[in-house]
Each structure stands twice: as structure tokens, then as C-alpha cells.
């Protein structure tokens, strides 16, 4: 293994031409010349010249703060030592669009923003703000990423975006002691799942505990199951409204979600109960249920409340298939975009793509990466390795779907998409109305 500057260097060598380009660059002293890297191993037989960046400046800009921030500045002083480039970093908090925006009507974008919106690099791209990724870059995201990946950065058949940081919306939390009593098992499909809740209702606990006082928990149960049962291309055909909200697939979803939600498995109150307070419900110090649904972040509502230690009896499983689906996630992530085209940018780019970087942050936590040539085992826990694993490992990845919505639509209380899931969850039995109602709230946003 190589050490220091030259690492991510060496191990990118067998990315086709554009790893390749930044082979030797720790060389500042002129040791990563001749097919070497700075730590002297070779980078698969072939001769490239040593890049310094010496004296260039560049800006990235993206949301994270404290100790995201500080995380990711790792992330950034790392290939600054690598390559003798100054970087510097802004946060633009909750004002992503905003911000870029006005960089670029200043005429001063950054070279990289990283953004959490697929919709934002979509329309920067349509308006020629940012631009394609070069060859080298490609060939690092090809090799080190899924196609899902790919396809969720690539714009009108051009790939702008390297996907840095995910999240996994796809898993369900377990109280193992819970389960342990019970007799409850890891479900591997949905009847499974229906099954084990069963189990945990007869021996005394609520199967699953809902927060449904607010919308958005209850859209990523929709989007879960929808996926599995209509599957990624219905998807990406209901996130841009392709198809009607009255489509059969959605009925069919809808179908296996009320089933659920009209069953005797779950809590009672959840209605008025927070996201929260569900979590709390399952891995308090009074426990009433033994499963809660929701993303990666459960862990650390878990570990706040304290009466619980994740990796010992808080535990999670996959969202259950359904109908035989293949492995799939619903998640979030930030996708770094470019605004500039120049060696050093690019360089930053390729950077981005390698393994290398995501692995200076994985092992301070609050890091899964979506590259799949990420070493796992420096995740810091079990948990957070099996949740980058299930992330990596999934034939199908697709984007929080109330996200690339219109926010009139799917991102805002007491109407659109939020709203109904709030009111299907009271009453689970009208699929008809709801279907209608999610139809006329889409027209009207889209």
C-alpha cells in the first residue's frame, strides 16, 4: 500500500486514461515520473508525467457546516498535499440554488459545487452553466461507481455529476431484544415482513411504530414500495409525471402500502406522533413497538435518546422485496457539478471519483459513499459498513422522489404529495381518492 500523498494516486492507476493523468501527482519533488507514484510503486506499467498544481486556486462550495465541514476540508487538504493546489471552501447552508445562482450572474461560479438536488445540476446543465466531465473523469466514475449512479448524474446523454455522498432510505430498524423475545427473525421478502410484525403484535408489542404527523416519512414508505413493485423505470416515469398518479402501477403500490397501514400491526396514535417520537417508540427506555422504517439517520436519533446502543439491539435490515424485486435503495446524496473547465478542476474532479477521498472522511462517521471501490471495513461501525454496503451492493439505485418534484408538490406541509400520504395513512382503504387527489395536486405543480 502506498503512503501519504501518492496513495490515491497509485490506486486509481487502473482507471483508464484519466487516473492515469494524475499518477505521480504527490511527485512535487519529481519521485512520481517515469510510472511511479510518489511512494515509488508502479501504476501498472505505464509512463505519465508528474502533475503540480502548484500556485492554482480553487473554490468548492457546498451546504455541509461544523463538523461536516470540517470533515470534508480533510477531504480537500488531502489532495491539496497531493498535488500542491490551494483549495477553498464556502458553505452555502440551506441556500444552495440561491447562492449559485448568484455566483454565476456575478460572473464568478466556483470551479465545483457540490449540491443535493438532481433537479439543480439538471437545470445548470440545460442552461449551459456547468459543464460535461472530461474523459478522464468518466472513465474514474465508470469504473468505481454503478450504473444507477451514472445515469443519475448524466443529463440529455452527458454525465456531469460524481456522486460523493449518499444516504440509504432504505432500511428498517429493529429492536433485537424485542425480536429476540419474540421470536421474530429478519424478514426476506414482504409477507416475511407482514409475518415477523405479526409475531412482535402477539407477544405484547405494536410491529411497527409510524410517525405520520408530518408527510415526508410516509412519501419514502410510497417510494420503497413502489419501486419494488413497479420497478426503476415506472419510477423515474412518476418523478417527472410521465404517467398519471392514477396509473395502475400506483394503485398497486398504493394496494400493498394500505394493507399494511389499515392492519392491527401498527401503533396506535401515529397520527400525532413525530418522526421522532417514532423512533423513541421503538428504542426508548419504554419500548412499544419493535420496528420503525426510515433512513441511515435513525442511527443517530437512537444514539441521542441513549437508551439504546446501535450495533447491539438496535440493528437494521433491508426494505423487504416484494414480488421477488431485485435488491433496491431509495436514498439522497450530493453530486459535485463543474463550472470551469481547466486541468486543475478536472484534476478535483478525478479526485472526487476516487475511493481515496471518500476514505479520509468514512472513517470519522457520517460518511457513506456510493463508490463502490470504497474500502468498508474503515466505515467506523458495523452498522454504518453494512448501510454502505446495502447502499453499494444494490442492483438499483434511485433519488428521494418527493425531492426532484416540484416543491408546490413534494416538499411542502399540508399539500401535494405530503398531504395525501398523510391522509391515505388515516384512511388506507380509499386508493381511488387518493390516486385522484395526488393527480390533481401534480397537475396543478407540474
Given at each position: ?89 464556502t458553505s452555502f447552508g440551506d441556500n444552495g440554488p440561491t447562492y449559485i445562482q448568484g455566483q454565476i450572474e456575478g460572473g464568478n461560479p466556483p470551479n465545483i459545487a457540490v449540491v443535493g438536488q438532481p433537479a439543480l445540476m439538471e437545470s445548470l446543465a440545460s442552461n449551459g452553466d456547468i459543464k460535461p466531465v472530461g474523459d478522464d473523469v468518466k472513465s474514474a466514475v465508470e469504473a468505481n461507481y ?301
Amino acid at each position: 500500500m502506498v503512503n501519504g500523498r501518492g496513495r490515491w494516486l497509485s490506486a486509481a492507476a487502473g482507471i483508464a486514461a484519466a487516473s492515469l493523468v494524475m499518477a505521480g501527482c504527490g511527485g512535487g519533488d519529481g519521485g512520481g515520473s517515469g510510472g511511479e507514484t510518489a511512494g515509488g510503486e508502479t501504476t501498472g506499467g505505464e509512463s505519465t508525467e508528474a502533475v503540480d498544481l502548484s500556485g492554482q486556486t480553487l473554490s468548492v462550495v457546498a451546504a455541509w457546516t461544523g463538523e461536516e465541514q470540517k470533515n470534508f476540508e480533510a477531504v480537500l487538504s488531502k489532495f491539496e498535499d497531493d498535488t500542491g493546489a490551494t483549495v477553498n471552501y464556502t458553505s452555502f447552508g440551506d441556500n444552495g440554488p440561491t447562492y449559485i445562482q448568484g455566483q454565476i450572474e456575478g460572473g464568478n461560479p466556483p470551479n465545483i459545487a457540490v449540491v443535493g438536488q438532481p433537479a439543480l445540476m439538471e437545470s445548470l446543465a440545460s442552461n449551459g452553466d456547468i459543464k460535461p466531465v472530461g474523459d478522464d473523469v468518466k472513465s474514474a466514475v465508470e469504473a468505481n461507481y454503478a450504473q444507477s449512479w451514472i445515469d443519475l448524474g448524466t443529463v440529455d446523454g452527458e454525465l456531469y455529476g460524481v456522486w460523493f455522498k449518499a444516504a440509504n432510505k432504505s432500511t428498517v430498524w429493529y429492536n433485537k431484544d424485542i425480536y429476540d423475545d419474540a421470536g421474530a427473525t429478519v424478514p426476506k421478502d414482504w409477507d416475511g415482513f407482514m409475518d415477523q410484525l405479526g409475531l412482535i403484535e402477539d407477544f405484547g408489542y405494536a410491529g411497527l411504530s409510524v410517525g405520520a404527523d408530518v408527510g415526508w416519512p410516509l412519501t419514502d414508505w410510497f417510494e420503497n414500495i413502489y419501486l419494488r413493485t413497479a420497478g426503476a423505470e415506472k419510477y423515474d416515469q412518476l418523478t417527472k409525471h410521465e404517467i398519471p398518479w392514477t396509473d395502475p402501477s400506483v394503485k398497486d403500490a398504493l394496494t400493498v402500502l394500505g394493507g399494511l397501514w389499515s392492519s392491527d400491526l401498527l401503533l396506535e396514535g401515529g397520527a400525532q406522533r413525530s418522526f421522532p417520537d417514532s423512533v423513541t417508540a421503538v428504542f426508548g427506555a419504554d419500548p412499544k413497538a419493535g420496528t420503525v422504517y426510515e433512513g441511515d439517520f435513525v442511527a443517530g436519533n437512537i444514539t441521542a435518546d441513549g437508551n439504546s446502543t446501535v450495533g447491539k439491539n438496535a440493528l437494521f435490515y433491508p426494505f423487504p422485496s416484494i414480488n421477488g424485486s431485485a435488491p433496491a435503495v431509495v436514498g439522497g446524496g450530493d453530486v459535485a457539478i463543474h463550472f470551469t473547465d481547466d486541468d486543475a478542476t478536472s484534476a478535483l474532479m478525478a479526485y472526487l471519483a476516487s475511493p481515496e477521498s471518500a476514505e479520509v472522511w468514512v472513517p470519522q462517521g457520517g460518511l457513506t459513499s456510493p463508490n463502490n471501490k470504497v474500502d468498508t471495513s474503515l466505515y467506523p461501525d458495523e452498522v454504518a459498513k453494512q448501510i454502505a454496503e446495502q447502499l453499494t451492493s444494490a442492483e438499483t439505485f434511485r433519488f428521494d422522489m418527493s425531492d426532484q418534484t416540484p416543491s408546490a408538490f413534494g416538499g411542502t406541509p399540508g399539500q401535494g404529495f405530503w398531504q395525501e400520504m398523510i391522509t391515505f395513512y388515516e384512511h388506507p382503504d380509499d386508493i381511488q381518492g387518493t390516486m385522484e387527489r395526488l393527480e390533481s395536486a401534480a397537475a396543478s405543480a407540474y
